[in-house]
């Protein structure tokens, strides 16, 4: 089993930024992907960007050049750094964690983007 929680969501103006936080616990050996995903109420949950246990990342087309993914192995720690937010990237945002059988996910942290 593993256990992710995220932090780091919150109210932030159009062009501003946020950092996001998930931090894994468990079985976090097993683990060969982790990324963050968003949902907005009654669409489907869509892969924001994703990194591989050898580091490889991808991104969503949309968020491309404004959000990076990242982590701290030292801290069992994945980051999503946002930058240039727009109204259109409000959303809760989860973390997600995979190995060869499972699939993991936080609770998910809101992310609104106003003026």
């Known amino acids: 089993q593993v256990q992710l929680v995220e932090s780091g969501g919150g109210l932030v103006q159009p062009g501003g930024s946020l950092r996001l936080s998930c931090a894994a616990s468990?079985?976090?050996?097993?683990?060969?992907?982790m990324g963050w995903y968003r949902q907005a109420p009654g669409k489907q949950r869509e892969l924001v960007a994703a990194?591989?246990?050898?580091?490889?990342?991808i991104y969503a087309d949309s968020v491309k050049g404004r959000f990076t993914i990242s982590r701290d192995d030292a801290k069992s720690t994945l980051y999503l750094e946002m930058n240039g937010l727009k109204v259109g990237d409000t959303d809760v945002y989860y973390c997600?964690?995979?190995?060869?059988?499972?699939?993991?996910w936080g609770q998910g942290t809101q992310v609104i983007v106003s003026s």
């Open positions: 997600h964690a995979g190995d060869y059988s499972n699939d993991y």
């Open positions: 468990g079985s976090i050996v097993s683990v060969n992907v």
């Open positions: 990194m591989t246990g050898a580091g490889s990342a």
